[in-house]
T-cell receptor, first 115, second 110 residues
Framework: DTGVSQNPRHKITKRGQNVTFRCDPI?????LYWYRQTLGQGPEFLTY????????KSRLLSDRFSAERPKGSFSTLEIQRTEQGDSAMYLC?????????????FGSGTQLSVL | RKEVEQDPGPFNVPEGATVAFNCTYS??????FFWYRQDCRKEPKLLMS???SGNEDGRFTAQLNRASQYISLLIRDSKLSDSATYLC???????????FGTGTRLQVTL
């Protein structure tokens, strides 16, 4: 499968714990995005990378959230001291920059439940 | 005001019907426009891009009105398999950062 891969698919954690999600983009894609989606809402932008550089972060991304893409390939999203309000689907997407009609391809997401 | 607004529905239509969804966006600097489809508990998938001249892909027709900041999607001859949530999506800036509407839910019935 050469699509965007996310792990784990589901994560249940207790409030206050730290969690980390991983995203492996399509191999030739240089842009990687993280989005969050709650029930009944569209995905909300969190942050994006071009290669290994994190170029933009949403105001939604509090200081408990950190994302990395150390070698410009896979990315991790860590949430520290999780809160119940962090429960959501975390979606990763990738694309190729500079095509003029950039299309995003999404992974299946990681569903986080904070108890 | 939300950046991208859609009627959440649900739209319940019989098989074979024609259904239209509308969407408005607030940022006049928006550059690219898309419709994504999302099945229940699945990731969004690109349905089609939307161009100023309007474009068609089989039973699906998308229209863009930049002056009114309005996007539409028309589905002809609805199939049961068209049942899904349709997300109106707008990209602003060089990074193609996508802003999604809340989605319009379509249910096609026998």
């Amino acid at each position: 499968d050469t699509g965007v891969s996310q792990n784990p698919r589901h994560k249940i954690t207790k409030r206050g714990q730290n969690v980390t999600f991983r995203c492996d983009p399509i191999s030739e894609h240089n842009r990687l995005y993280w989005y969050r989606q709650t029930l009944g809402q569209g995905p909300e932008f969190l942050t994006y990378f071009q290669n290994e550089a994190q170029l933009e972060k949403s105001r939604l991304l509090s200081d408990r959230f950190s994302a990395e893409r150390p070698k410009g390939s896979f990315s991790t999203l860590e949430i520290q001291r999780t809160e119940q309000g962090d429960s959501a689907m975390y979606l990763c997407a990738s694309s190729i920059a500079g095509t003029g009609d950039e299309k995003l391809f999404f992974g299946s997401g990681t569903q986080l439940s904070v108890l | 005001r939300k950046e991208v607004e859609q009627d959440p529905g649900p739209f319940n239509v019989p098989e074979g019907a024609t259904v239209a969804f509308n969407c408005t966006y607030s940022n006049s600097a928006s550059q690219s426009f898309f419709w994504y489809r999302q099945d229940c508990r699945k990731e969004p998938k690109l349905l089609m891009s939307v161009y100023s001249s309007g474009n068609e892909d089989g039973r699906f027709t998308a229209q863009l009105n930049r002056a009114s900041q309005y996007i539409s999607l028309l589905i002809r001859d609805s199939k049961l398999s068209d049942s899904a949530t349709y997300l109106c999506v707008v990209a602003t800036g060089t990074a193609s950062k996508l802003t999604f509407g809340t989605g319009t839910r379509l249910q096609v019935t026998l």
